[in-house]
């Protein structure tokens, strides 16, 4: 008999435990219903084991069954009679058969059949046989307690070090990630050895866990097939199944889910840690004077302490970050219960409590978190509630909103010793992205936000102001740096009237590192850091009482450049050179050239990183920097010389490989950057500067500069940026050596781009 399950998997009323149990019911019954018909001998029994019995079973999910029985009893017939209805069914089946001491015997070696005994559970046949195997297999899990819990807690670091973290993973392990369905089940094993000290159900993980659970099995539904892995693609169908409006609000769930198991999985390891520790000495526990007790690097407070006072609040966080302490759990829920009231505006004492905690770096992330669980870090901050735990679902940051604030001002902190107020630094660090959890432009909505904030801590109207252009200008250095001509004195101009004194300008020096570092390894390396380094030098330069032209460097072309220009005159043919990630083309002056280059490097496969431009004498010059790991020089040369002179289709050419690689795309942003196109005439001394927005593919650069060509515009520097799966790409571009200043001109010259480019 076949198992009849599709009307379980397409009524999606049923989610979560609701569809497991379901579901479970149905897979008893049909396994039961086969055991009769193939004769269940005397003094055997099936059993479920595992996942199902737990009665948690997901739609893809692996049917563990044991057959045991008793000594002397044959079921070899029996068990190839029971086996091949369930194979027969598509199902993945994970059995075994053995007596009671075989399989103990294994549990005794084997830490994933010992954990699966544990919810052993009769599904046919001799009841008592079943019962005794699961008395069996949880006394004998208790009686090797300490060596079993030492085992799950090295698995736990291993799984999380594997599979990373489920609330900040782009497509999470549901399952294994730290903060998965396996560490509450792990946690569930820890106490049946009896070793924790103190019952981990004080913190509840039956919603976190309904949460994951549900997002899962949604999961084997929309894919069809087993898989932990909650992948971009599938969230917003997964979200859809569940009843979302979005798949923002699914995975902002998951994340919340995640961390509250994570942060109660920290606590049980911790517990049981100290629970095999040796024994301690009253008088090795430390009591101050304002109640704080500190045991072993367990945090707690005197039944005298004061828990109305917000002082005492900030110095648990500060102690417990400063001496790497564990907060109990009880006295969180009594700082939580007693909700300090912080008067307004803050004392100076209380603001300076606050900035030495953010100051601690990253000790601080984990306190700050612990506190968020119970509501105290928006007690403190009540703005700080509409980004917790929200996703920004793209490969560039790597956090969630509000983890992403923490890592931050922990970055901030490191960085403390390059600015004049290393308090304004790591609270604007913290603040420079708070908009980012409401509706509107996050920046705008930042400036409002922190124009209420700083004054109500205290901070007078100028230092209020600084943390206010903190959060208005974070973006102006990265984005300058990567987008524009640091030779161009107007660019230089330009941050230093932003920016308007030295003070602000290494403030925001310093938040740029922090701020991409704690993006993600896209955001931060070290040729963006040289870039910014680079501007804020110059432009702290002008502040100092330098004239901008004075600032600048040597300007492109400089002596290397000149010498493969004058090779190229002489010998009136093409020059390539290529040093480390630098390709340089010099060739005859004609239009197109620039386009040309790009496109014989987009046949390449090569990552064009940035570009400059320079025509003389009748040759034209363009130089990219690439990324690479191995290509064939010899093989290059050959197709510049062929693409150069017109002799590849490289239009044709360029589309086919983006069509055949556009197969393999895999996204890696939520949400898709759509074209668009401005000019800013202001900040260049010289060019008109054309930024275009788009997704990344294949020749895009070939492409814009190849629209530019038709519309008779000359390319001086081209600066690419990717992030995710898009691009920023800017244009520093004359006609006829002029900034092109005509409104129809530059709305054609747009028409044009938005032609040439990918619409989504």
């Given at each position: 008999?076949?198992?009849?399950?599709?009307?379980?998997?397409?009524?999606?009323?049923?989610?979560?435990?609701?569809?497991?149990?379901?579901?479970?019911?149905?897979?008893?019954?049909?396994?039961?219903?086969?055991?009769?018909?193939?004769?269940?001998?005397?003094?055997?029994?099936?059993?479920?084991?595992?996942?199902?019995?737990?009665?948690?079973?997901?739609?893809?999910?692996?049917?563990?069954?044991?057959?045991?029985?008793?000594?002397?009893?044959?079921?070899?017939?029996?068990?190839?009679?029971?086996?091949?209805?369930?194979?027969?069914?598509?199902?993945?089946?994970?059995?075994?058969?053995?007596?009671?001491?075989?399989?103990?015997?294994?549990?005794?070696?084997?830490?994933?059949?010992?954990?699966?005994?544990?919810?052993?559970?009769?599904?046919?046949?001799?009841?008592?046989?079943?019962?005794?195997?699961?008395?069996?297999g949880a006394e004998q899990w208790r009686d090797n307690a300490a060596v079993n819990a030492a085992l799950l807690s090295e698995g736990v670091d291993q799984r999380h070090d594997e599979f990373g973290e489920v609330a900040f993973g782009l497509g999470p392990d549901l399952k294994n990630g730290r903060g998965g369905l396996r560490d509450v089940q792990s946690l569930r094993w820890a106490e049946a050895t009896g070793?924790?000290?103190?019952?981990?159900?004080?913190?509840?993980?039956?919603?976190?866990?309904?949460?994951?659970?549900?997002?899962?099995?949604?999961?084997?539904?929309?894919?069809?097939?087993?898989?932990?892995?909650?992948?971009?693609?599938?969230?917003?169908?997964?979200?859809?199944?569940?009843?979302?409006?979005?798949?923002?609000?699914?995975?902002?769930?998951?994340?919340?889910?995640?961390?509250?198991?994570?942060?109660?999985?920290?606590?049980?390891?911790?517990?049981?840690a100290r629970s095999i520790e040796p024994r301690r000495r009253a008088s090795d526990r430390e009591h101050r004077d304002d109640g704080i007790v500190i045991d072993g690097g367990l945090l707690s407070l005197a039944e005298t302490a004061d828990t109305s006072s917000p002082q005492l609040l900030l110095d648990v966080a500060h102690v417990a970050a400063s001496r790497h302490c564990y907060i109990d759990h009880d006295?969180?829920?009594?700082?939580?219960?007693?909700?300090?009231?912080?008067?307004?505006?803050?004392?100076?004492?209380?603001?300076?409590?606050?900035?030495?905690?953010?100051?601690?770096?990253?000790?601080?992330?984990?306190?700050?978190?612990?506190?968020?669980?119970?509501?105290?870090?928006?007690?403190?901050?009540?703005?700080?509630?509409?980004?917790?735990?929200?996703?920004?679902?793209?490969?560039?940051?790597?956090?969630?909103?509000?983890?992403?604030?923490?890592?931050?001002?922990?970055?901030?902190?490191?960085?403390?010793?390059?600015?004049?107020?290393?308090?304004?630094?790591?609270?604007?660090?913290?603040?420079?992205?708070?908009?980012?959890?409401?509706?509107?432009?996050?920046?705008?909505?930042?400036?409002?936000?922190?124009?209420?904030?700083?004054?109500?801590?205290?901070?007078?109207?100028?230092?209020?102001?600084?943390?206010?252009?903190?959060?208005?200008?974070?973006?102006?250095?990265?984005?300058?740096?990567?987008?524009?001509?640091?030779?161009?004195?107007?660019?230089?101009?330009?941050?230093?009237?932003?920016?308007?004194?030295?003070?602000?300008?290494?403030?925001?020096?310093?938040?740029?590192?922090?701020?991409?570092?704690?993006?993600?390894?896209?955001?931060?390396?070290?040729?963006?850091?040289?870039?910014?380094?680079?501007?804020?030098?110059?432009?702290?330069?002008?502040?100092?009482?330098?004239?901008?032209?004075?600032?600048?460097?040597?300007?492109?072309?400089?002596?290397?450049?000149?010498?493969?220009?004058?090779?190229?005159?002489?010998?009136?043919?093409?020059?390539?050179?290529?040093?480390?990630?630098?390709?340089?083309?010099?060739?005859?002056?004609?239009?197109?050239?620039?386009?040309?280059?790009?496109?014989?490097?987009?046949?390449?496969?090569?990552?064009?990183?940035?570009?400059?431009?320079?025509?003389?004498?009748?040759?034209?010059?363009?130089?990219?920097?690439?990324?690479?790991?191995?290509?064939?020089?010899?093989?290059?040369?050959?197709?510049?010389?062929?693409?150069?002179?017109?002799?590849?289709?490289?239009?044709?050419?360029?589309?086919?490989?983006?069509?055949?690689?556009?197969?393999?795309?895999?996204?890696?942003?939520?949400?898709?950057?759509?074209?668009?196109?401005?000019?800013?005439?202001?900040?260049?001394?010289?060019?008109?500067?054309?930024?275009?927005?788009?997704?990344?593919?294949?020749?895009?650069?070939?492409?814009?500069?190849?629209?530019?060509?038709?519309?008779?515009?000359?390319?001086?520097?081209?600066?690419?940026?990717?992030?995710?799966?898009?691009?920023?790409?800017?244009?520093?571009?004359?006609?006829?050596?002029?900034?092109?200043?005509?409104?129809?001109?530059?709305?054609?010259?747009?028409?044009?781009?938005?032609?040439?480019?990918?619409?989504?």
């Amino acid at each position: 008999m076949l198992l009849e399950r599709d009307d379980l998997l397409s009524d999606y009323s049923l989610t979560g435990s609701t569809f497991a149990s379901a579901y479970c019911a149905r897979l008893d019954q049909w396994v039961a219903s086969n055991a009769e018909a193939a004769g269940m001998p005397n003094g055997a029994a099936l059993v479920a084991i595992g996942g199902y019995g737990r009665c948690e079973m997901s739609p893809e999910s692996d049917l563990d069954i044991v057959l045991v029985y008793r000594e002397g009893v044959d079921v070899s017939e029996f068990a190839e009679k029971i086996w091949y209805p369930i194979w027969d069914s598509g199902l993945k089946l994970g059995h075994q058969v053995d007596t009671i001491d075989g399989l103990l015997a294994l549990a005794e070696v084997n830490l994933e059949t010992a954990t699966a005994l544990l919810s052993a559970r009769l599904i046919s046949g001799d009841e008592s046989l079943a019962l005794d195997l699961a008395i069996a297999g949880a006394e004998q899990w208790r009686d090797n307690a300490a060596v079993n819990a030492a085992l799950l807690s090295e698995g736990v670091d291993q799984r999380h070090d594997e599979f990373g973290e489920v609330a900040f993973g782009l497509g999470p392990d549901l399952k294994n990630g730290r903060g998965g369905l396996r560490d509450v089940q792990s946690l569930r094993w820890a106490e049946a050895t009896g070793v924790l000290a103190r019952a981990t159900t004080e913190i509840s993980l039956d919603g976190a866990y309904e949460v994951l659970l549900r997002a899962r099995i949604a999961l084997h539904r929309v894919t069809g097939r087993a898989g932990d892995r909650l992948m971009l693609d599938f969230q917003d169908d997964v979200a859809e199944a569940l009843g979302y409006d979005d798949a923002d609000l699914l995975m902002a769930d998951v994340a919340g889910a995640a961390r509250t198991i994570a942060w109660a999985s920290d606590a049980a390891w911790f517990w049981v840690a100290r629970s095999i520790e040796p024994r301690r000495r009253a008088s090795d526990r430390e009591h101050r004077d304002d109640g704080i007790v500190i045991d072993g690097g367990l945090l707690s407070l005197a039944e005298t302490a004061d828990t109305s006072s917000p002082q005492l609040l900030l110095d648990v966080a500060h102690v417990a970050a400063s001496r790497h302490c564990y907060i109990d759990h009880d006295t969180l829920e009594r700082l939580a219960q007693s909700a300090p009231e912080f008067p307004t505006p803050w004392t100076s004492e209380l603001r300076r409590r606050f900035t030495d905690l953010l100051r601690l770096g990253r000790p601080a992330i984990s306190v700050i978190e612990a506190f968020d669980q119970v509501g105290l870090m928006s007690h403190i901050l009540p703005e700080w509630e509409p980004c917790r735990s929200k996703p920004q679902r793209n490969a560039y940051h790597r956090f969630t909103v509000d983890r992403h604030l923490l890592e931050a001002s922990a970055e901030a902190a490191g960085l403390a010793e390059r600015v004049g107020r290393p308090d304004l630094l790591v609270l604007g660090a913290l603040l420079h992205d708070i908009g980012k959890g409401y509706p509107g432009d996050h920046t705008d909505v930042g400036v409002e936000l922190i124009a209420d904030i700083a004054p109500r801590m205290g901070f007078d109207e100028q230092d209020s102001d600084r943390l206010v252009d903190m959060c208005r200008h974070h973006l102006l250095l990265p984005d300058v740096a990567t987008r524009r001509d640091l030779d161009d004195r107007g660019t230089i101009s330009h941050v230093a009237e932003q920016t308007q004194e030295v003070e602000l300008l290494e403030l925001l020096g310093a938040l740029t590192e922090a701020d991409s570092i704690a993006t993600g390894p896209s955001a931060w390396n070290s040729s963006k850091a040289e870039l910014v380094r680079t501007l804020v030098d110059r432009v702290r330069d002008v502040h100092l009482g330098a004239r901008p032209k004075e600032v600048v460097g040597q300007r492109f072309p400089g002596p290397t450049e000149r010498e493969l220009i004058g090779r190229a005159m002489v010998s009136g043919e093409l020059v390539l050179d290529v040093a480390g990630s630098t390709v340089t083309v010099v060739q005859s002056d004609r239009s197109g050239a620039f386009s040309r280059v790009a496109g014989v490097l987009a046949l390449s496969g090569l990552q064009i990183v940035s570009a400059q431009a320079h025509t003389e004498g009748g040759v034209a010059l363009s130089q990219f920097n690439v990324h690479h790991d191995q290509f064939d020089f010899g093989r290059l040369e050959q197709q510049m010389r062929l693409g150069t002179s017109g002799q590849i289709a490289l239009a044709a050419r360029v589309s086919e490989r983006r069509h055949t690689y556009a197969r393999s795309f895999k996204r890696t942003s939520a949400s898709q950057v759509p074209p668009r196109v401005t000019f800013d005439n202001d900040t260049s001394g010289y060019a008109t500067v054309v930024e275009v927005s788009c997704r990344d593919t294949i020749g895009v650069l070939y492409r814009i500069s190849r629209a530019l060509s038709e519309m008779g515009i000359e390319i001086s520097t081209a600066r690419i940026q990717t992030i995710g799966d898009s691009v920023i790409d800017a244009f520093y571009v004359t006609n006829n050596d002029e900034k092109i200043t005509d409104a129809n001109h530059l709305g054609e010259i747009e028409r044009a781009i938005l032609h040439a480019i990918p619409k989504s």
